[in-house]
């Protein structure tokens, strides 16, 4: 007969997976608020580098028009484009570019998971981001080189404390603090930072000598021969390459959690991740599909919370103030914090101040509202983090064998040295049995 503890734990088992403990975790007030101060400190990088305003852009008749939308539409289009327009247009920055057009393809990605179900719609909204990425990359090449740098180390600290805090709370149920969190990912910092760039370094340094390669084929009568012979290293290189290739953009979500919940180094972090996708890797794709569509109905659930937040407070206002500005006779309320959307939170090009007071009002009500829609994009990175930490935990249980609750602890290693004192034997306090006997005689 099962009883009833054996009962609960079938239960619990089989009707609650371990990634639905997902958002219940994400949503801890630790993790918002170390996600919050990572998107803040990312923000202000991007915003002060955004002072080169390298971007061209051309305002239309409703919306600006950029060169990225110009690369989205026809890459061949934007060599002309920005010619005919870098001295007509104006200038706009990388990151705030980056910032829109990310946006709206998540948002995108999402109501396609949740709303539409469209398969194609969630790869071209995956795929439309990438190409984006490489737009920056080829076109603004050094400032990403920067922004990437200084965004990457953000995360690394950030990010590693949040699988930090995950795995204690999914192997032990404990619930570190911000501080010991923070502390743990900066004694792993180097782990953290290098983990995602050693795979690039391996694919460069492979990548090379195939270049070489093609570069002694150039070698008039002797290249052609050349190139023949180092065929079969090349065609090896090449099969190396789509291995690592796979392994890391399949095994990235992993590395993160295997540096917190095990303590790896960076090429112990790649190896367990790479063993991990090609030990099992259907299991890591159905891990990461059932994360994928929870996490989408997740934010789904806190973005409507959000904006039922900023709604009310809205229509509370609007209730309450009637007044009209004094130029175009618009109300107030309006002309300050415009009626939020849905899809749109906040829509700063509708703002219509015309004094200085009001301009003040709507600076205010910016940075409010901005707070707000941070703590959304905070749930998607706690979120994210935490599920994969889960997803690395349930893949080791698969593939190693190994239980949930073994997790690296600090104390583990032996970082004290015994001291002198420790390595000289110890004495034994003498017995009662050889201690002199009183004289009977002279008491």
């Not at 439309?128 to 965004?151: L, N, S």
């Not at 940075?367 to 889960?390: C, H, P, Q, R």
Request: aromatic share 14%; proline share 4%.
């Amino acid at each position: 007969m099962v009883s009833g503890k054996e009962t609960s734990c079938l239960f619990y088992n089989l009707i609650f997976p371990k990634l639905f403990q997902t958002f219940r975790m994400s949503i801890q007030p630790t993790k918002l608020i170390i996600t919050s101060v990572a998107l803040a400190v990312i923000c202000l990088a991007g915003w002060i580098m955004d002072f080169s305003k390298t971007v061209v852009a051309t305002t239309g008749t409703q919306t600006q028009l950029t060169e990225l939308d110009i690369y989205m539409t026809d890459p061949s289009q934007l060599s002309s484009y920005i010619e005919n327009f870098r001295e007509k247009g104006r200038g706009v920055g990388v990151f705030s570019t980056l910032w829109h057009f990310s946006a709206q393809k998540f948002q995108g990605a999402v109501d396609s998971v949740v709303l539409t179900h469209d398969i194609k719609g969630i790869i071209k909204n995956i795929t439309d981001f990438f190409k984006a990425i490489g737009w920056a990359i080829r076109y603004h090449t050094v400032y990403c080189i920067i922004f990437f740098a200084i965004e990457l180390a953000v995360i690394s600290i950030a990010g590693g404390a949040i699988c930090r805090i995950a795995a204690l709370q999914f192997a032990r149920g404990e619930k570190p603090g911000l501080t010991e969190a923070l502390r743990y990912s900066t004694k792993k910092f180097t782990s953290f930072f290098t983990a995602p760039l050693a795979p690039v370094g391996i694919i460069i340094f492979i990548g090379v000598f195939v270049f070489l390669l093609g570069l002694a084929g150039n070698i008039p009568r002797v290249g052609e021969i050349i190139v023949g012979l180092g065929m079969p290293l090349a065609l090896f290189a090449g099969s190396l390459l789509a291995v690592i290739v796979i392994g890391a953009v399949a095994g990235f979500n992993l590395m993160f959690p295997a540096v917190a919940y095990d303590g790896s180094d960076c090429f112990d972090a790649i190896s367990r991740s790479f063993s991990y996708v090609y030990a099992k890797p259907w299991r890591m794709i159905s891990y990461t599909a059932v994360a994928a569509v929870y996490g989408s109905i997740c934010y789904m659930f806190v973005r409507v919370f959000g904006f039922l937040a900023l709604w009310i407070t809205h229509w509370l206002l609007r209730f309450g103030l009637w007044a009209n500005n004094g130029s175009n006779e618009a109300n107030k309320l309006i002309a300050i914090w415009p009626k939020p959307d849905f899809r749109i939170l906040f829509d700063s090009g509708q703002q219509q101040a015309t004094n200085w007071t009001e301009s003040v009002a709507v600076f205010l009500v910016y940075i409010f509202v901005l707070v707000v829609i941070g703590l959304i994009v905070s749930f998607i990175i706690s979120f994210y983090y935490s599920a994969n930490t889960i997803i690395y935990s349930l893949m080791r249980k698969a593939v190693d064998n190994t239980a949930f609750e073994d997790i690296y602890m600090q104390f583990d290693e032996a970082d004290v040295e015994p001291t002198a004192n420790e390595l000289l034997p110890k004495e034994e306090p003498p017995s009662l049995e050889s201690e002199p006997k009183p004289d009977e005689s002279s008491s």
